[in-house]
């Protein structure tokens, strides 16, 4: 079980939360393009905390060279694993000649996994769709695993959709391409040496214990976002691990401790890590009103402490018509 790498999202602060509700699930950090890590700011993108993992670092990009350099970086910075992104479809990846359209280029992707595994010792894996466009060939992913698999990739997350390169944004092509999970599990028959996970449209225990009779592993992506309570359940459901038995109101106090931490070390507002745990109490009766305070900026200015208890108080219950109305 793993959550997926998601732009914008998957930061160090999102990765810390879901490493309180799980344990053992194997995170994946936003991608990270390689002239980012080249030419920026290292530290910036690849700094997270030692609670994260096992944690993944995502790349993107298309020059072997430079993805040696980058996954020498992630292994040097203490990342357990690297991937490469071969499943964006946005206009603006598709500009760098990377994410999807790479599957356009298989031999190009398996020189790049082999300069990147030629330099690390860290497992080198790669996310990708089923096809490109109209192309629905079987023939057309079997081909693309089979020559990256001889480049000594060994790991496969596939996204069970096609990615569109035009005509559709990057959120159409995670919703209007039909899944094909059946794609995938061909490619584990196929390839019974490789480890072949799955992703995409995965929401409820049902269909991941669907997908694991068919392949070696699930990723899932927003569900795990929008209802991370959901993860919580994973050590017990798919590790094998005793329940936890931790509640949402430790967690939201361990984040509490985090974002004062970050804030001391790094100079990190907790505004922009609390949008993060927006969803622990989905579902829940007053789960509104709390993710309010955690998301009102007019309290931006009080100590994350302050917030927690500002969104635990209830609020006082009418006593009169007249009351309800005022209120």
Not at 141 to 167: M, P, Q, T, Y
Not at 186 to 206: C, E, K, M
């Amino acid at each position: 079980m793993s959550v997926a790498p998601m732009m914008d999202w998957t930061d160090r602060g999102c990765r810390y939360f879901h490493r309180l509700l799980s344990r053992h699930a194997l995170l994946y950090t936003e991608m990270v393009t390689t002239g980012a890590l080249i030419h920026g700011d290292v530290a910036r993108h690849l700094r997270f905390h030692d609670a994260e993992h096992p944690v993944a670092l995502q790349l993107g990009g298309s020059e072997p060279a430079d993805l040696a350099q980058c996954a020498q970086m992630a292994q040097q910075w203490g990342y357990d694993e690297v991937n490469l992104n071969c499943g964006c479809p946005s206009e603006r990846v598709q500009r760098g000649a990377f994410g999807a359209c790479l599957m356009n280029e298989r031999e190009l992707v398996a020189d790049c996994v082999k300069a990147m595994r030629d330099v690390v010792d860290i497992p080198v894996t790669v996310k990708h769709r089923i096809g490109i466009d109209k192309e629905e060939s079987y023939g057309f992913v079997r081909d693309f695993v089979g020559s990256v698999a001889e480049a000594g990739c060994e790991v496969f997350i596939v996204h069970a959709r096609n990615a569109w390169l035009k005509g559709l944004s990057p959120k159409e092509n995670r919703e209007i391409p039909p899944l094909r999970y059946e794609v995938v599990a061909r490619l584990r028959q196929d390839f019974p040496q490789l480890t072949i996970a799955v992703n995409g449209g995965i929401a409820t225990d049902a269909l991941v214990q669907q997908q694991l009779e068919q392949v070696d592993g699930v990723m899932v992506g927003r569900e795990a976002y929008h209802n991370p309570w959901w993860l919580a359940s994973w050590d017990a459901s798919y590790f094998g691990a005793e329940p936890s038995g931790i509640t949402r109101e430790w967690v939201e106090e361990e984040m509490v401790r985090y974002m004062e931490r970050e804030a001391a070390e790094h100079g990190t507002h907790w505004y922009s890590i609390a949008r993060h745990m927006l969803g622990l109490r989905h579902g829940l009766p007053g789960a509104r009103r709390w993710r309010q305070a955690w998301s009102d900026h007019r309290l931006k200015t009080l100590p994350p402490h302050e917030v927690m208890r500002l969104a635990r108080t209830k609020p006082a219950r009418p006593t009169s018509e007249a009351e309800t109305v005022s209120i």
